[in-house]
Nanobody, 116 residues
Framework: QVQLVESGGGSVQAGGSLRLSCLAS????????MGWFRQAPGKQRESVAI???????NYADSVKGRFTISRDNAKNTMYLQMNSLKPEDTAVYYC??????????WGQGTQVTVSS
């Protein structure tokens, strides 16, 4: 199972930007899908953005037009570019990888805090 480490979180004001990175322990070329998820205090974890190994992307309605998911197979890294951040984007962000139609275990995530 691939190991993933998230980074890039921080504190920004509303309207600001952050780029999250997800570094994999091995080549990600063959991974069928990777994704970003988030969990806000008191809420369930939710899907933010998914990217297939063919580059097909899917976004939560709440982030469409503001967030962009991408993957760099040469660097074994997936990214989430987050623009026009809102206070409601505040959460712990996690990355994950799907293999044999199952998502893997969760890492520690990276905290994103957006102040108004």
């Amino acid at each position: 199972q691939v190991q993933l480490v998230e980074s890039g979180g921080g504190s920004v004001q509303a309207g600001g930007s952050l780029r999250l990175s997800c570094l994999a322990s091995r080549n990600i070329f063959s991974i069928e899908a990777m994704g970003w998820f988030r969990q806000a205090p008191g809420k369930q974890r939710e899907s933010v953005a998914i990217i297939s190994n063919g580059g097909i992307t899917n976004y939560a309605d709440s982030v469409k037009g503001r967030f962009t998911i991408s993957r760099d197979n040469a660097k074994n890294t997936m990214y989430l570019q987050m623009n026009s951040l809102k206070p409601e984007d505040t959460a712990v962000y996690y990355c994950n990888a799907k293999s044999s139609r199952l998502w893997g275990s969760w890492g520690q995530g990276t905290q994103v805090t957006v102040s108004s």
